[in-house]
């Protein structure tokens, strides 16, 4: 039988010690594994995870206790705390002093900004356009508001579907299309009204009602059908900056036939929400 001295040496207890530190180092490898479970060629892990530690503040409503944030990135409480403090210390993310939770930090805020002053709304609705209308059977573009009112500057034919009563540069009715319908609803009366002015009765349309412009702007989007053509159905989406202004609107055009599966039917709605996340607008909520 092995004996066993007590009290035990010091190189016992630097043994012990030892082994306690590999299997803390261990158990902190296997979070991180948990919390990318598949290796990207070519890609940084520790990078990718940084960045989902980012996200979750970026998404979060307010400041995050460390074990919500570990939670939401499903990670263990020593990983959060390890990724969390080197974000703290790079200025990425910050740590209230008092109360321990955290948020985004003044470098993440400079990024945003700068990236913010790039995005050019219009350029970014046009290839999400560009792109639908190859995929559908649905002219679409991109108008944006001028002194006359909506104004198409890019229009893009799809090649299955041949009938297109609009064309670039085009001039919008306010009042007798789903796009004026939604600049009416995010622009101030005054400047609809003043537009309104430079569009004869019979090209303008019937303005809408109050409930109608309230349901365009919950929903953030108008459909029309029948109103410039026998079945043609008019759709229009709003594009917004940071500021929660818009910007311009994205619209489309179709046989009210195509519209029959939900894949086609909410398409613009889908294309609107991801230019909307580039833009730094507001978040669509999905249709149905």
């Given at each position: ?21 590999l ?22 892990q ?100 001028t ?22 540069g ?32 019979h ?27 026998s ?58």
């Amino acid at each position: 039988m092995e004996s066993v001295s007590w009290p035990p040496t010091s190189a016992t207890v630097r043994a012990g010690e030892e082994s306690e530190q590999l299997n803390n180092e261990m158990t902190a490898l296997d979070e991180e594994a948990q919390a990318a479970p598949e290796k990207r060629s070519g890609t940084i892990q520790s990078v990718s995870i940084a960045v989902r530690f980012l996200q979750v503040l970026a998404n979060a409503e307010s400041e995050l206790a460390l074990g919500e944030v570990a939670r939401r990135t499903a990670t263990g409480g020593s990983t959060a705390h390890r990724y969390l403090q080197s974000l703290v210390k790079e200025g990425l993310a910050k740590q209230d002093p008092a109360s321990g939770l955290y948020d985004l930090g003044p470098a993440a805020l400079n990024i945003g900004i700068s990236a913010l002053k790039r995005v050019d709304a219009v350029d970014i609705a046009a290839q999400h356009m560009k792109s639908l209308a190859q995929q559908h059977a649905a002219s679409g573009g991109v108008a944006i508001w001028t002194d006359r009112g909506p104004t198409l500057v890019r229009w893009y034919r799809s090649a299955y579907f041949s009938i297109n009563p609009l064309a670039l540069g085009d001039i919008l009715p306010i009042d007798n299309t789903a796009c004026g319908l939604v600049f009416q609803a995010f622009l101030p009366k005054a400047v609809i009204d003043a537009a309104r002015k430079q569009q004869p009765a019979h090209f303008r349309g019937t303005p809408p009602s109050k409930a109608l412009l309230d349901e365009v702007r919950s929903g953030r989007w108008a459909e029309l059908t029948s109103h410039l053509l026998s079945n043609v159905t008019g759709q229009a989406a709003p594009v917004f900056d940071a500021q929660q202004e818009i910007v311009c609107v994205m619209t489309t055009v179709t046989d009210l036939g195509q519209l029959k599966s939900a894949d086609d039917r909410d398409a613009l709605h889908r294309e609107a929400g991801l230019v909307n996340q580039a833009t730094g607008g507001r978040i669509f909520d999905q249709r149905g």
